[in-house]
């Protein structure tokens, strides 16, 4: 049967080490990019055109003209997973917040971005080729296949090949040093034997992650017993800003926590602020603000906006009751953000 959009991608669930043997038998590694999941769809028949579906089941294309352009270069009745990524040819990185912009833009606009921030398809699966549904195929067949295509129709960009390992020694040197390149987040772990099944989270991801330090500046819960720490950095103008907030604290952290926390004064600089349960959400926290004067260690993934914005959840690992809130780094707006 053939495919057609919407399709509901396989998924993969976070860990903290490589699952065993036993739970995966012969395993794949993968790097895994900072970019929009998409299934990409060549047309079928006359008149058609090349489609790209977001994980949500969206359809995009007309945001990204420069990959409808490249379609030409693929052949008809396929059907790819992979990432979409946006390259700043000014900065020279992977952009998460160009990819936004484009995400956003139609027309003119969305011709106009191409120019500066051109758009990459990393394929990591093929689901479909010549108009045949691999899905029940195992990952080991349906890569071959992929590698292949690639080959056979001397792929180029905006069309890339995600890079994929057996070798657990090389994956977790691309754990260790190629994922602090901006756009990297760690890696995604398959069994080679595994077909694609739709919404079924099978795959297992791992991200890279980094110690930092953040000052403690609002709280879900009570101030005996924090829930959630809510972070912020100074900027060079000496405000507060709100760079993100932690995963939920352990008892014993929040015992911890609770023990040094102060209720904040009336001038605290995030006073009517509104803050969100998750980046992107339109659901508000109801939190406490308390004096922001104590410093956290935190461990926090690439995925990070605007100079120091965390897109996902930090994990609290301990007060720096050693420091201060001036000892913690400035936080730094990209080039052409605002610093309000």
Known sequence: MTLR?????????????VPGSGVLGEPAFEQKFDGYRALLFTPTGAGERLLVQTRRGRLIQDRFPDLVAAAEQLPDGLVLDGELVVWDTAAGRLSFEGLQRRAAARGRAARELAASLPAFFIAF????????ELLRHPYRRRRLRLEALFT???????WTLCPMSTDLIKAQKWLESWTDVPG???IVVKAMNQPYRPGYRGWYKLRWRDTAEAIIGAITGTLARPHLLLLGRH??????????????LRPEAAHLVGENLTAA?????????????????????????????????ISA????????IYRHPVRFKRLRLDLTARDVSRFRADPGTSAS
Request: net charge negative.
């Open 301 to 308: 993934d690439t995925a990070v906006d605007h100079g120091g």
């Open 235 to 248: 900027d060079t103008h000496d405000r507060l800003r709100s760079i993100g907030r932690t995963v939920p």
């Open 125 to 132: 699966d093929v689901l479909q080729e010549d108009g045949v």
């Open 184 to 186: 990297l987040e760690g």
């Open 152 to 158: 056979t129709h001397r792929l180029k960009a905006p």
């Open 5 to 17: 959009p919407p399709v509901e991608p396989m998924l993969a669930q976070a860990v903290e080490s």
């Open 265 to 297: 004064d009336p001038e605290h600089p995030w006073t009517g602020m509104r803050f969100v349960s998750a980046w992107g959400s339109r659901d508000a926290l109801d939190v406490t603000l308390v004096r922001p004067e104590l410093v956290a260690e």
